[in-house]
């Protein structure tokens, strides 16, 4: 699908190009190069090895696990697999990187070229847009500056030194930031899928630095800037849309966008600048001569291929299949947690049409309402296919089970045993039904008059009226057939 | 008794087995000689009480018969190994005072096997240098002196300078060193002593401060073969610690040595004939051939085209890794540290490796740096990993050919403290014949094979296929046997 997406300037519309870097935290109990842990939020300098610290004479080890989940991720992206890679060192000084380089991948990355496909509007499979990677690489996190410990000094915290980390280069394939923010979700979907990053922005465990340039539509793609680790989506569109106008504004001014590294401050809304390209480092990447490069076999590519989960788009065709709506499969198959939480409620036996809408409609609203995310569901998923099931055969009805639902939330109950207990069970009993009919009937014989003079609306009340004289308990189809019996 | 710091490796190992004397008296006898030789400025710090507890440990374990391979034998440990709770400090300012919390491999391994530790021997500062002058720590003085009463003070060669002459002088029967293009080889041929550095891999470089990665190898040093051959097969062996370490088991050198050759090719390479380098070096030359046919090799011709390429190829991919490797001696974590007065972190950075660093060490720095730079990394970087790879194809060619190769070790004998250090490429022709085996990852190795007109010592220079260790230490047995070489440098100190 084509952007639309349009900067209005004072010489026309401008057409914004946006490529993400991203980094992803490799979920690994080890960091890249050397045994030491990597939990988040630890004490400062426990989760440092001897290797992390750049101790004198220590040499770094591939963790094969930060490998085989990089690996992971490729295939996952439908990428190219690089059998051969090799690890290069990025030369330069900084209090946070102990090396003095950063062993990351320039020449040879670990993955190739790869692409994921994001849905504009998620009730519509026309919007579908397919963003391109150029590659994934492998690479050490650095440490972190704590400017806040003392009036004259910064300490060094090197516990996420050495971390691993995926860089995931999209080409410059987006053209709106909200296709930049579905490409991020997207992203992130698809690493919490694959179990190869937690996706947490905001413990940094994701990161994106965005590129943005601007051109009129159809021209050659304008000089761009880069702005660093912007941590959460709704950061990445706030960028796209001040750097674009900035973009504009400067042009149409009169001015050239320089090609520099921007930070953003979410404080204030605005991007500056960070260093220009006249300042930008000579990393002089060169092999790194402590590792030999990358070789991977066969039989690694296929474990690591063997332990994919289902992906995302394909839960998603799937769910369609079984008869549930875009929208739902899109809900459903959004978060990884969602999904497995509604396989189990499949695999339990719901029927999926009705379960996908409970899930969206009841389950969802009620998580809201309790503040809970769906792994810490007060209700189960086989307890909800109980329920559910209820509703389906004809033991309850549709709004005895919303009553249900709210009993089985306080009390961590089944459903069965709360409609025995309450005895909440749904009759079709047609000579209770009648009598109730009856009396309704009698009681609103002007209505009746109404209806028969042409009001069909007015059936829908004593179905009401009905139900409610049943306390709700009434089977519909039989409260609706016995009805239609003595007014038509 | 007496005497028992001129004796081998073997035979202090037999006679203390056999009962002649105690491990205590071999520590003693060692700490001695090393307090006695300080004017010779070999040792950056000395560990007696480390040699006398290994001793006392040997000599218990001689009680219940539970004896190790170094059992009783006290070892010098080049200052570029780390080494538990003593000083390690790479001959360097910067590293003044840094006592590591962990132990090298390579020394790790040979302590496990029993042998004790003398101290920490002098360097050219992190292995740079052929002369041992760089070193903060001074100059070592060889133990060996003309013939011509000029007592002028001579190098022991380098970087392993410390190491050669802690042997050449009785101040230990052996000890570790390491070679990145010459490191072992030119200093135990400068002194009289016996060295190898075995195939790139062979022993891990863990706990071995890094010179230039891709080439830096840990070897021994001795008086003779055998007694490198003991002391490789205890240094060497895979460690998981090391990604460029070899998956495979260590032979049997000792047991594997012979100095029967028949069937043999010894390679001799046209273009190691080389303008300006004394007659007698050829001479030398010339007569190892003779010796190694007299063992029933056979002589042949071969080439190494690429040979005139090795010493700049090696002057561009050594200072490169170098460049990088030194970048964590940055005064954040250990080490020195200069923090000018109102200075940022870039002013601590440049005033602590001002003040840490030396001459050489910043030369190659800035060399290496320059050589990786945006628009000349093509032009050097690239264009020297190209000639390393043909200089490899070179010797695989070779070895078609031969069995193994002889050349001279160095194209001079020791010279004199002061002579080389104005001009850095005159140092570095040192290596010319040693820098090519380094650059193909090849064992290679110096054995002593005469005395040069002024009384110094010449060394003869043997490079074997990968992995064929045994090959070239049996073709320097050879060479030991013929050769006669019984010299030592007469005790001044």
């Given at each position: 699908?084509?952007?639309?997406?349009?900067?209005q300037?004072?010489?026309?519309?401008?057409?914004?190009v946006?490529?993400?870097?991203?980094?992803?935290?490799v979920v690994s109990?080890?960091?890249?190069?050397?045994?030491?842990?990597?939990?988040?939020?630890?004490?400062?300098?426990?989760?440092?090895s001897?290797?992390?610290a750049?101790?004198p004479?220590?040499?770094?080890?591939?963790?094969?696990?930060?490998?085989?989940?990089a690996?992971?991720?490729?295939?996952a992206?439908?990428a190219?697999?690089?059998?051969?890679s090799r690890?290069?060192?990025?030369?330069y000084?900084?209090?946070?990187?102990?090396?003095g380089?950063?062993?990351?991948?320039?020449?040879?990355?670990?993955?190739?070229?790869?692409q994921?496909?994001?849905?504009?509007d998620?009730?519509d499979?026309?919007?579908?847009?397919?963003?391109?990677?150029?590659?994934?690489?492998?690479?050490?996190?650095a440490?972190?500056?704590?400017?806040?410990?003392?009036?004259?000094m910064?300490?060094?915290d090197?516990?996420?030194?050495?971390?691993?980390?995926?860089?995931i280069?999209?080409?410059?394939?987006?053209?709106s930031?909200?296709?930049?923010?579905a490409?991020?979700?997207?992203l992130?979907a698809?690493?919490?899928?694959?179990g190869?990053c937690?996706?947490n922005?905001?413990?940094?465990?994701?990161?994106a630095?965005?590129?943005?340039s601007?051109?009129?539509p159809?021209?050659?793609?304008g000089?761009?800037?880069?702005?660093?680790?912007?941590?959460?989506?709704?950061?990445?569109?706030?960028?796209?849309e001040?750097?674009?106008?900035?973009?504009?504004?400067?042009?149409e001014?009169?001015?050239?966008?320089?090609?520099e590294?921007?930070l953003y401050d979410?404080?204030?809304?605005?991007?500056?600048?960070?260093?220009?390209k006249?300042?930008?480092?000579?990393?002089?990447?060169?092999?790194?001569?402590?590792?030999l490069?990358l070789?991977?076999?066969?039989?690694?590519?296929?474990?690591?291929?063997?332990?994919l989960?289902?992906?995302?788009?394909?839960?998603r065709?799937?769910?369609?299949?079984l008869?549930?709506?875009?929208?739902?499969?899109?809900v459903?198959?959004?978060?990884?947690?969602?999904?497995?939480?509604?396989?189990?409620?499949l695999?339990?036996?719901?029927e999926?049409?009705?379960?996908?809408?409970?899930?969206v409609a009841?389950?969802?609203?009620?998580l809201?309402?309790?503040?809970?995310?769906?792994?810490?569901?007060p209700v189960?998923a086989?307890?909800?296919?109980?329920?559910?099931g209820?509703?389906a055969?004809?033991?309850?009805s549709?709004?005895?089970?919303?009553t249900?639902f709210?009993k089985?939330?306080e009390?961590?109950?089944?459903?069965?045993?709360?409609?025995?207990?309450?005895g909440?069970?749904?009759?079709?009993?047609?000579?209770?039904?009648?009598?109730?009919?009856d009396?309704?009937?009698a009681?609103?014989?002007?209505?009746?008059?109404?209806?028969k003079?042409?009001?069909?609306?007015?059936?829908?009340?004593?179905?009401?009226q009905?139900m409610?004289?049943?306390q709700g308990?009434?089977?519909?189809?039989v409260?609706?057939?016995?009805?239609?019996?003595?007014?038509? | 008794?007496g005497?028992?710091?001129?004796k081998?490796?073997?035979?202090l190992?037999?006679?203390?087995r056999?009962?002649?004397?105690?491990?205590?008296?071999?520590?003693e006898e060692?700490?001695a000689?090393?307090?006695a030789?300080r004017?010779?400025?070999?040792?950056?710090?000395?560990?007696?009480?480390?040699?006398?507890?290994?001793?006392?440990?040997?000599d218990?374990?001689?009680?219940?018969?539970d004896l190790?391979?170094?059992?009783?034998i006290?070892?010098?440990?080049?200052?570029?190994?780390?080494?538990e709770?003593?000083?390690?400090?790479?001959?360097s300012?910067?590293l003044k005072?840094?006592?590591?919390?962990y132990?090298?491999?390579?020394?790790g391994k040979?302590?496990?096997?029993?042998?004790?530790?003398l101290?920490?021997?002098?360097?050219?500062?992190?292995?740079?240098g052929s002369?041992?002058?760089?070193?903060?720590?001074?100059?070592?003085?060889?133990?060996?002196?003309?013939?011509d009463?000029?007592n002028?003070?001579?190098t022991?060669?380098g970087s392993?300078?410390?190491s050669?002459?802690?042997?050449?002088?009785g101040?230990?029967p052996?000890?570790?060193?390491?070679d990145t293009?010459?490191?072992?080889?030119?200093?135990a041929?400068?002194t009289?002593?016996?060295?190898i550095?075995?195939?790139y891999?062979?022993?891990s470089?863990?706990?071995?401060?890094?010179?230039?990665?891709?080439?830096?190898?840990a070897?021994?040093?001795?008086r003779?073969?055998r007694?490198?051959?003991?002391?490789?097969?205890?240094?060497?062996g895979?460690?998981?610690?090391?990604?460029?370490s070899l998956?495979?088991?260590?032979?049997?050198w000792e047991?594997?040595?012979?100095?029967?050759?028949?069937?043999?090719?010894?390679?001799i390479?046209?273009?190691?004939?080389?303008d300006?380098?004394?007659e007698?070096?050829?001479?030398?030359?010339?007569?190892g051939?003779?010796?190694?046919?007299d063992?029933?090799a056979e002589?042949v011709?071969?080439?190494?085209p690429?040979?005139k390429?090795?010493?700049?190829t090696?002057y561009?991919i050594a200072p490169?890794e170098?460049?990088?490797?030194?970048?964590?001696y940055?005064?954040?974590r250990?080490?020195?540290?200069?923090?000018p007065?109102?200075?940022?972190?870039?002013a601590?950075?440049?005033?602590?490796?001002s003040?840490?660093?030396?001459?050489?060490?910043?030369?190659?720095?800035?060399?290496?740096?320059?050589?990786?730079?945006?628009?000349?990394?093509?032009?050097?970087f690239t264009?020297?990993?190209?000639?390393?790879?043909l200089?490899k194809?070179?010797?695989?060619?070779?070895?078609?050919e031969?069995?193994?190769?002889?050349?001279?070790?160095?194209p001079?004998?020791?010279?004199?403290?002061?002579e080389?250090?104005?001009?850095?490429?005159?140092?570095?022709?040192?290596?010319v014949?040693?820098?090519?085996?380094?650059?193909?990852?090849?064992?290679?190795?110096?054995v002593?094979g005469?005395?040069?007109?002024?009384g110094l010592?010449?060394?003869?220079?043997?490079i074997?296929?990968?992995?064929d260790?045994?090959?070239?230490?049996?073709?320097?047995?050879?060479?030991?046997?013929?050769?006669?070489?019984?010299?030592?440098?007469?005790?001044w100190?």
């Amino acid at each position: 699908m084509v952007s639309d997406y349009r900067i209005q300037g004072a010489t026309g519309d401008w057409e914004v190009v946006i490529g993400l870097e991203v980094h992803a935290q490799v979920v690994s109990n080890a960091k890249l190069f050397s045994g030491a842990a990597t939990a988040f939020g630890a004490e400062p300098n426990t989760q440092v090895s001897l290797v992390d610290a750049a101790m004198p004479g220590m040499l770094p080890v591939p963790n094969r696990e930060c490998i085989r989940q990089a690996v992971r991720t490729g295939m996952a992206i439908d990428a190219q697999i690089n059998k051969w890679s090799r690890f290069d060192r990025k030369n330069y000084f900084y209090a946070d990187l102990p090396q003095g380089y950063q062993i990351s991948q320039l020449y040879h990355p670990l993955v190739g070229e790869g692409q994921i496909t994001v849905l504009l509007d998620e009730k519509d499979e026309a919007s579908a847009k397919t963003i391109g990677i150029e590659r994934i690489h492998v690479e050490q996190d650095a440490g972190k500056l704590m400017h806040d410990q003392h009036p004259t000094m910064s300490y060094v915290d090197l516990n996420r030194s050495g971390v691993a980390l995926m860089e995931i280069v999209s080409k410059p394939d987006m053209r709106s930031p909200a296709e930049a923010g579905a490409y991020l979700r997207k992203l992130r979907a698809i690493l919490r899928y694959v179990g190869s990053c937690d996706g947490n922005m905001e413990e940094g465990s994701m990161r994106a630095d965005v590129n943005v340039s601007v051109r009129k539509p159809g021209e050659e793609f304008g000089t761009r800037t880069e702005t660093k680790n912007v941590n959460s989506v709704r950061f990445v569109m706030a960028v796209i849309e001040h750097e674009a106008r900035r973009q504009v504004d400067l042009i149409e001014e009169g001015g050239q966008v320089a090609q520099e590294t921007r930070l953003y401050d979410p404080d204030k809304n605005v991007t500056r600048t960070l260093r220009s390209k006249e300042d930008a480092h000579d990393y002089r990447y060169f092999p790194d001569p402590d590792l030999l490069p990358l070789e991977l076999e066969d039989s690694f590519l296929e474990e690591c291929r063997a332990s994919l989960p289902e992906l995302p788009d394909a839960k998603r065709k799937r769910f369609e299949a079984l008869g549930i709506t875009a929208y739902n499969a899109s809900v459903l198959t959004a978060e990884v947690e969602t999904a497995r939480w509604f396989d189990s409620l499949l695999d339990a036996g719901a029927e999926p049409k009705q379960a996908a809408n409970w899930v969206v409609a009841e389950l969802f609203g009620a998580l809201n309402r309790l503040g809970k995310s769906i792994e810490d569901s007060p209700v189960s998923a086989t307890h909800a296919a109980e329920l559910l099931g209820l509703v389906a055969d004809g033991t309850i009805s549709g709004s005895i089970a919303k009553t249900v639902f709210e009993k089985m939330i306080e009390s961590g109950d089944g459903a069965s045993a709360i409609v025995e207990r309450e005895g909440l069970k749904q009759t079709s009993d047609t000579g209770a039904i009648d009598a109730e009919i009856d009396k309704i009937l009698a009681a609103n014989a002007d209505k009746v008059a109404e209806y028969k003079g042409g009001k069909q609306q007015l059936f829908g009340f004593f179905v009401g009226q009905t139900m409610k004289a049943m306390q709700g308990k009434a089977n519909p189809g039989v409260v609706n057939e016995r009805l239609r019996a003595k007014l038509d | 008794m007496g005497e028992l710091n001129i004796k081998t490796i073997a035979q202090l190992r037999d006679g203390f087995r056999a009962g002649e004397f105690s491990a205590r008296e071999i520590a003693e006898e060692f700490n001695a000689a090393v307090e006695a030789g300080r004017a010779l400025n070999v040792y950056t710090v000395e560990t007696p009480e480390n040699a006398l507890a290994a001793a006392d440990a040997a000599d218990q374990a001689r009680q219940s018969s539970d004896l190790k391979p170094l059992s009783g034998i006290p070892l010098g440990i080049k200052d570029l190994f780390a080494t538990e709770g003593v000083d390690s400090t790479s001959g360097s300012n910067i590293l003044k005072g840094f006592k590591p919390p962990y132990e090298s491999t390579v020394s790790g391994k040979l302590k496990a096997a029993g042998a004790g530790m003398l101290g920490k021997l002098n360097m050219d500062e992190f292995a740079m240098g052929s002369s041992n002058e760089t070193s903060a720590y001074g100059p070592v003085i060889s133990p060996w002196k003309r013939n011509d009463g000029s007592n002028a003070a001579l190098t022991p060669g380098g970087s392993s300078g410390g190491s050669s002459a802690a042997v050449a002088a009785g101040m230990a029967p052996g000890v570790t060193g390491t070679d990145t293009g010459g490191s072992i080889r030119q200093p135990a041929a400068f002194t009289g002593i016996t060295g190898i550095k075995p195939t790139y891999g062979r022993c891990s470089r863990w706990g071995i401060v890094a010179f230039a990665s891709s080439l830096d190898q840990a070897g021994p040093m001795a008086r003779d073969v055998r007694d490198c051959a003991i002391l490789l097969e205890n240094m060497c062996g895979f460690d998981p610690k090391d990604a460029t370490s070899l998956d495979l088991p260590v032979p049997q050198w000792e047991a594997g040595l012979s100095s029967d050759l028949k069937g043999k090719k010894v390679g001799i390479p046209v273009e190691y004939r080389i303008d300006g380098v004394p007659e007698e070096i050829d001479a030398l030359w010339d007569k190892g051939v003779e010796w190694l046919r007299d063992a029933g090799a056979e002589p042949v011709k071969i080439s190494l085209p690429h040979t005139k390429y090795a010493l700049p190829t090696y002057y561009i991919i050594a200072p490169a890794e170098a460049s990088s490797n030194l970048a964590r001696y940055d005064g954040v974590r250990y080490g020195l540290r200069e923090s000018p007065e109102g200075g940022n972190l870039d002013a601590m950075y440049a005033a602590t490796r001002s003040a840490g660093f030396g001459a050489e060490v910043k030369r190659r720095i800035m060399i290496g740096t320059y050589v990786l730079s945006a628009g000349f990394y093509d032009a050097y970087f690239t264009k020297a990993q190209k000639v390393r790879t043909l200089i490899k194809r070179d010797f695989a060619q070779a070895f078609g050919e031969c069995d193994f190769i002889l050349t001279p070790t160095a194209p001079s004998a020791a010279f004199g403290l002061n002579e080389k250090m104005s001009d850095p490429l005159a140092m570095y022709l040192n290596d010319v014949f040693a820098v090519p085996a380094s650059l193909a990852g090849l064992p290679a190795m110096s054995v002593p094979g005469g005395l040069d007109s002024q009384g110094l010592p010449l060394g003869l220079h043997l490079i074997g296929r990968e992995l064929d260790e045994q090959g070239i230490l049996n073709a320097a047995l050879a060479i030991e046997e013929r050769a006669g070489f019984t010299h030592r440098a007469e005790k001044w100190w």
